[in-house]
């Protein structure tokens, strides 16, 4: 051992104390030949080593801690698009999730620098018939750096085909992996060929344990947050209905209340033997009772009807209806009911074809309309009821010459418990629950309803239906 050598043991102790500081920018001072230099050479060596290692590690805690930062799963993968352009190069990033015990690969997210996407959120495919299966069995990525080659080598490949359409040249695929088991890919992918090489690989390696962790957190935080919407949705919902009961409580208490009270009245007096009542007065009365429950029957119909329909437990049953014959019906059967008032209703067009409804429903809505219409206009006035076929709709119209729709009235027409200006013209009975019914049937076909109507001039109104049922 020479003297100079001497020197370097204490330099080299300097250098493995800075080493341990994690200084790794260090400078080894080297002789030529000797056992002491080839130590200061691999001390050399170990302080390059440590500072790439380094280096790696802060490269990939500054993706992860950037990645880590987003909640909602979205959010994630827009950051994973931003932060890996440093290290890995692309135009494309997409993720696709094994589905049903890894059987079936769905994509569903991608982000991309050019417009088309052919590969769209939803896409899936059979893993038994892709290459990506490969992939999983060994847990290494893979690098297709000619992808028109590729797909000129394997033409049955539906995914390489629309990759190469969408423009991409090279793609690095990887396995995503979540405590030890592969739950989908990472698809990078390029325009250029031959963007991809091993050191692409090695990142992407260092990085996949923690990205996978963040993923799963994503995916998890997404899921309660969608979860807590659907409580919050709910909620509204039950307050909602909460809202609509007390309001049938106040009705079933006001509107109910008068007919029983007067039945009551009645039959007290046809009971009490103080009173001798003609045969004429015994009539009167009874057809007095007769009316009153006939209301309070159909209040409770229609109340009945609206909780089903709200509930959600509205079904409907649909069969074609020919709309000639139907409306034929319809007709006879009004012009009866409108016989008191001498109203005139005509049938002013119907264009033939079917209509697709549910019978009974449908009928609740023509009905309606109609009876409103003799309701609400002064007697012997015309009705005209137009069926017509507008693809894709049937369009459904019924004009009257009553009173028409104010411009105030018009927003609460519709809605439960509507009793508005216009007053019936024959002591006919109102609750006010009618259109908002035929509102909620017709949207279940999947239609409209609505009201043209200048005030004093009458009002036509109108529903549609489409041609082809809602399915
Ligand atoms: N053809 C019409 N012309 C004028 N007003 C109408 C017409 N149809 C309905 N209305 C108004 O809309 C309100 C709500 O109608 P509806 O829901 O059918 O209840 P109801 O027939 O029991 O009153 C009616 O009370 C009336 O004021
Ligand atoms: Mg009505």
Redesign the pocket.
């Known amino acids: 051992m020479t003297s100079h050598n001497d020197d370097l043991i204490p330099k080299y102790v300097e250098v493995t104390e800075e080493l341990r500081k994690g200084h790794y920018d260090v400078q080894v001072p080297l002789h030529e030949g000797d056992d002491i230099s080839i130590l200061g050479e691999s001390l050399q060596n170990l302080a390059h080593d440590l500072e790439h290692r380094y280096s790696q590690i802060s490269e990939t805690d500054k993706i992860t801690t950037n990645i880590n930062q987003g909640f909602l799963l979205e959010d994630i993968l827009e950051s994973v698009y931003k932060e890996f352009k440093q290290f890995i190069p692309y135009d494309r990033i997409g993720f696709a999730l094994l589905e049903q015990h890894g059987r079936i690969l769905r994509a569903f997210w991608s982000k991309s620098e050019f417009e088309e996407t052919k590969i769209k959120k939803g896409y899936a495919g059979l893993m038994s018939e892709s290459s990506l299966k490969n992939i999983i069995e060994t847990g290494v990525p893979r690098i297709i750096n000619d992808l028109e080659e590729y797909y000129h080598n394997k033409p049955t490949s539906h995914s390489s085909r629309l990759a190469v359409e969408e423009g991409i040249r090279s793609s690095l695929t990887c396995p995503l992996i979540s405590n030890g088991v592969a739950v989908g890919f990472m698809f990078f992918s390029s325009r250029e060929k031959n963007t991809y090489a091993e050191v692409h690989i090695a990142t992407y390696q260092r990085i996949v344990r923690q990205l996978s962790i963040i993923l799963e957190k994503g995916r998890l935080v997404s899921e309660l947050s969608d979860q807590k919407n659907t409580i919050e949705k709910k909620n509204e919902e039950l307050k909602r209905l909460d809202e609509l009961k007390n309001v049938f409580l106040g009705i079933a208490a006001h509107d109910l209340r008068n007919p029983i009270s007067s039945i009551r009245g009645i039959a007290e007096m046809m009971l009490d033997e103080r009173f001798e009542l003609t045969n004429e007065e015994k009539k009167e009365f009874l057809s007095d009772i007769y009316d009153q429950s006939n209301f309070m029957l159909n209040l409770l119909n229609d109340l009945l009807d609206i909780t089903t329909i709200e509930s959600g437990k509205f079904l409907l049953n649909i069969v074609p209806i020919q709309s000639d014959e139907y409306f034929e019906q319809i007709l006879e059967r009004h012009l009866k009911l409108a016989e008191p008032k001498e109203t005139n209703i005509i049938i002013e067009n119907v264009d033939k074809g079917l209509i697709n409804a549910d019978v009974a429903r449908f009928r609740q809505i023509v009905d309606?309309l109609i009876s409103?219409?003799v309701?609400?206009?002064p007697p012997k006035s015309t009705i005209k009821i137009r069926v017509l076929l507008r693809e894709p709709y049937w369009k459904i119209e019924v004009q009257?010459e009553?009173?028409?729709?104010t411009e105030k009235?018009r927003e609460k027409?519709f809605q439960d418990f509507?009793?508005?200006?216009?007053?019936?013209t024959g002591g006919e009975?109102?609750?006010?629950?009618?259109?908002?019914i035929v509102r909620k049937i017709v949207n279940a076909h999947g239609g409209k309803i609505g009201v043209d109507s200048e005030p004093g001039h009458g009002?036509t109104?109108w529903f549609t239906i489409p041609v082809k049922p809602k399915v």
């Not at 509507?418 to 019936?424: D, E, N, T």
């Open positions: 309606n409103n219409a309701k609400f206009s009257d009553g009173p028409g729709i009235d027409l509507a009793k508005l200006s216009a007053q019936p009975k109102s609750t006010g629950l009618g259109l908002s009002a109104f």
